[in-house]
């Protein structure tokens, strides 16, 4: 007999709705707020605690000032990247392993029947989160805990910006069965330093010439003119 419930919690509607609150809100998405309200208490996939913090940021993105709301999901989720939504973002960053690693994502949501809308990324958190609630409930846990190590580093990055978003990927690691904690992420370079271009002729060494260390002269000259002798008529080559 076991005094313990290790089943875990259906979660189907909680995590459609917290991918609905990464979503970006426009005047349609908030909307439907006092619904999402609704079912995250329905379902009661989350604790009392968490189900507070959830409540206080639907109060906050109904109140405040659209423009303003959307301004700061902007500022806050596109403009930088400790806090992107794009997984692979933080573990393959530019690399050529991010290209192959979409496409075995795509292929896992083709495998349960899943197909991506045009212009839609695989490896958005939104659309992770709507996969996973299509999965029964022992899986959508596993799979969570697959990407936990990941959603301690957004959690960490929204709390060193005191966002109140932060809630959301607490509420994850929850049902994925992790402790939400702070973890140490690395200090965000500037917007301009992370899409500056690099110097073009950054690191040339300065072996062989004649004066190194010192400006060196660059000279354009025209090349060689090559004289051919004429043929003499009647003459092959």
Known sequence: MSFFNTTPTTATKTLRVLAHLLSYPDAELRSHLPELQSALHDEGALSG?????????????????????EADHVELFDRGRGTALH?????????RDRGPAMVDLCQTYEAAGLFLAPGELPDHL???????????P????????????????????????????ACVL?????????KA??????????????????????????????????PQPIQIVRPPVRHVAPTAPGASS
């Open 181 to 214: 904690q702070a973890v140490a992420v690395p200090p965000e370079p500037e917007l301009d330093e992370s899409w500056a271009e690099p110097v073009a002729f950054d690191g040339c060494s300065t072996q062989g010439q004649a004066r190194p260390g010192q």
């Open 87 to 95: 997984l692979f973002e933080h573990v393959h960053g530019d690399s």
């Open 138 to 165: 022992a899986q959508a846990k596993a799979f969570l805990g697959e990407i936990a190590h990941i959603l301690q580093v957004i959690f960490s990055a929204l709390l060193r910006r005191e966002a109140a978003h």
């Open 49 to 69: 605690a968490r189900l507070a913090e959830l409540d206080a940021l639907i109060t906050r993105l109904s109140r405040r000032r659209p423009l303003d709301v």
């Open 126 to 136: 939104t659309v992770v989160l709507q996969y996973a609630s299509t999965q029964p």
């Open 170 to 178: 607490a509420a994850l690691l929850d049902l994925a069965g992790e």
